[in-house]
């Protein structure tokens, strides 16, 4: 009789611990899942990051572009300038 009373009680406790067991499993399973979400949401953060950037850079790219465009503006009238400058000098040879 001790026998089966010993062997009751350590089913017993063994189902206890398999229990304990499944709790902690539980536990982690919840934060594995609650983990999954907060992965999503950053990934869509990250897409929003990203188009941010690429804004950003187009802008960069914008302004840069911007002393270029009147250094090229300041060229184009200094050489319209000096071409007229010759054609009058050269009329003025000319009709002298």
Do not use: C, F, N, Y
């Not at 009789?1 to 009751?8: K, W």
């Not at 184009?76 to 002298?96: D, F, P, Q, S």
């Amino acid at each position: 009789m001790e026998d089966t009373a010993m062997i009751a009680q350590q089913a017993l406790d063994k189902a206890l611990s398999a229990h304990g067991r499944i709790d902690t499993l539980e536990r982690d399973v919840i934060d594995l899942r609650a983990l999954t979400v907060a992965v999503g949401k950053m990934g869509e953060r990250l897409d929003g990051v990203k188009t941010d950037i690429e804004e950003i850079k187009t802008d960069v790219k914008a302004i840069t572009d911007k002393p270029r465009k009147l250094q090229d503006k300041l060229i184009a009238a200094a050489l319209t300038a000096l071409a007229a400058g010759l054609v009058g000098a050269v009329l003025a040879l000319i009709l002298k």
